[in-house]
C-alpha cells in the first residue's frame, strides 16, 4: 500500500467514526428518551427509517453523479430488482424489530447483540446459500454467543425483576434475534449480488450479469426501495403511527433536530462505508466497524452514566475479543495468499 492509499483509508476511517459514532449518540435519545411535553417516546421505526433512508438516496445520488459511471441506476434496478427488492425488505424489517425490543431490553445489550451481525450472516450462508462454515468461524460465533449470554445474566443480576418485566425481556430477546436474522440475510445476499456481478463474461445473454455495480448505485436504489416498504407497511398496515409521529413532533419539536441530524450522520457514514468497501475491500471495512461499535458502546457508558459491573465487562471482552480474532486471521490468510504470487515472480 502506498502512502496516498493510506491517507484514503484514514479518512474513511475518520469518516466512519464521526459520522456513525454522532450516529448512535443520536440514536439513543431520538428512539429511548421520555420527551418532556408530550410525556412519551419517540418510538415510531418506519418514520425514523424513512427519513433517514430519504437523506441517504438523495446522497447516494448525488455520489452517482458525482462518480460519473456507465450503468445508469435505474438500469440497476430494472435487471436487479428481485434482488434489490429482498435486501431493502429485510433490512426495512430489521430495524423496526431492534426497536421496538429497546422496550424491553436496554440499550447495550441492544448494541452488543447489533455488533453480532456475523452470527446470522453464517446461518444464512450455510442455511440459504450453503455455504460451508470453517471450524474457525463456528469458534468465533460461540464466542461471542458466550459473551452475549454472560452480559445479559450479569446484567440481571444488578436487578429484582418482576415476572412480567422477565418476559418482556424474553420478549425483546426474540425481537433482536429476529432483526440479526434479517440482518443476516440482507448481508449475504448484497455479498452474493456484488461478488456475482461483472463475474460472467460479456456475451449477450449475461450482459446484465456483466455491468458493474458500485456503492452509489446499491446506496440509492436500496434506500428508495426502503422508502417503499416503509410506505407500504405505514399506508396497510400502520396508519396511526404518522398521525402519531406528526403529533409528537409538533408536541416537543426539539425530536425534528435529532432526527435529522441521525438521518445526516446515517447517510454520510453510507458513502464512507461503500467507498471503503469498493476500495480497500471487507477485510479494513470490518477492522473499522468493529472498533466503531466498541468505542460506541463505551461512549454511551462515559455520557449516559451506564453502569456496567465485572462480569459485564468480562462478555463484552468475550464479544470483541472473538470478532477481533476473526479479523485479525482474516487478514493473515490475506498475507499468505499475496506472499507465494511474490515467490513465483523471485523463480522466474
Known amino acids: 500500500m502506498t502512502s496516498s492509499h493510506y491517507y484514503k483509508l484514514l479518512i474513511c476511517a475518520v469518516g466512519i467514526y464521526a459520522s456513525f459514532l454522532t450516529w448512535a449518540l443520536v440514536q439513543e435519545p431520538l428512539t429511548t428518551r421520555v420527551w418532556p411535553v408530550s410525556n412519551e417516546q419517540f418510538q415510531f421505526p418506519n418514520i425514523i427509517a424513512i427519513s433517514q433512508a430519504s437523506v441517504a438516496m438523495a446522497i447516494g445520488y448525488i455520489y452517482l453523479s458525482f462518480r460519473k459511471v456507465d450503468y445508469h441506476v435505474f438500469d440497476l434496478i430494472r435487471d436487479h430488482y428481485k434482488q434489490l427488492l ?68 450479569g446484567g ?77 407497511y405505514l399506508t396497510l398496515i400502520d396508519r396511526k403511527q404518522m398521525n402519531q409521529a406528526l403529533s409528537l413532533l409538533k408536541s416537543d419539536p426539539d425530536i425534528l433536530s435529532y432526527l ?20 480497500f475491500g471487507s477485510l479494513q471495512l470490518i477492522m473499522i466497524t ?4 466498541m468505542i460506541s458502546m463505551l461512549l454511551s457508558i462515559a455520557i449516559f452514566g451506564k453502569t456496567v459491573n465485572y462480569t459485564q465487562w468480562f462478555g463484552i471482552f468475550i464479544v470483541f475479543a472473538g470478532i477481533t480474532w476473526e479479523a485479525t486471521n482474516k487478514r493473515s490468510a490475506s498475507s499468505a495468499q499475496v506472499k507465494p504470487k511474490g515467490d513465483i515472480k523471485k523463480t522466474q
Open 86 to 153: 429482498m435486501i431493502s425488505f429485510t433490512q426495512s424489517t430489521s430495524t423496526p424489530l431492534a426497536t421496538y425490543s429497546l422496550k424491553q431490553v436496554d440499550y447495550l445489550t441492544y448494541m452488543l447483540a447489533k455488533s453480532c451481525k456475523m452470527i446470522p450472516v453464517l446461518l444464512v450462508h450455510l442455511l440459504l446459500y450453503r455455504t460451508p462454515i470453517e471450524n474457525q468461524k463456528k469458534i468465533v460465533a460461540i464466542l461471542v454467543s458466550l459473551g452475549v449470554t454472560i452480559f445479559t445474566i
Open 156 to 232: 440481571s443480576q444488578n436487578k429484582k425483576k418482576s415476572s412480567q418485566r422477565t418476559s418482556g425481556s424474553y420478549y425483546g430477546f426474540i425481537l433482536l434475534a429476529a432483526s440479526l436474522f434479517m440482518d443476516g440475510v440482507t448481508n449475504a445476499t448484497q455479498d452474493k449480488m456484488l461478488k456475482t456481478a461483472g463475474s460472467k463474461k460479456d456475451t449477450k445473454k449475461d450482459q446484465k450479469s456483466n455491468k458493474k455495480i458500485t456503492g452509489p448505485h446499491l446506496m440509492f436504489s436500496l434506500n428508495l426501495f426502503i422508502i417503499l416498504w416503509n410506505i407500504f
Open 290 to 293: 468493529v472498533t466503531r461499535k
Open 260 to 279: 435529522v441530524v441521525y438521518a445526516v450522520c446515517g447517510a454520510i457514514g453510507q458513502c464512507f462505508i461503500f467507498y471503503t468497501l469498493e476500495s
